[in-house]
């Protein structure tokens, strides 16, 4: 997921840029920006994208027997 081929392009991962904080970027072509921007020369960089969390097992109320092979 992380390094797929078709991700969709936003200034937040961009390899041209540099977060400011949450919601901006200092991008080398534009200057301060939306991180939830685009533009025509995104360079996907994948260590600046975070991935999504994994949802949590939900192991209350389960017993011994729900994990048993019959």
Do not use: H, S
Not at 1 to 9: C, T, V
């Amino acid at each position: 997921m992380l390094f797929r081929k078709n991700i969709e392009p936003k200034c937040a991962y961009c390899a041209r840029a540099a977060r400011v904080d949450d919601f901006t970027v200092a991008c080398e072509k534009k200057g301060i920006v939306d991180a939830e921007g685009q533009c025509r020369r995104f360079k996907y960089d994948p260590l600046k994208r975070t991935p999504l969390k994994k949802p949590q097992l939900v192991t209350r109320g389960l017993t011994d027997d729900d994990f048993k092979l019959e």
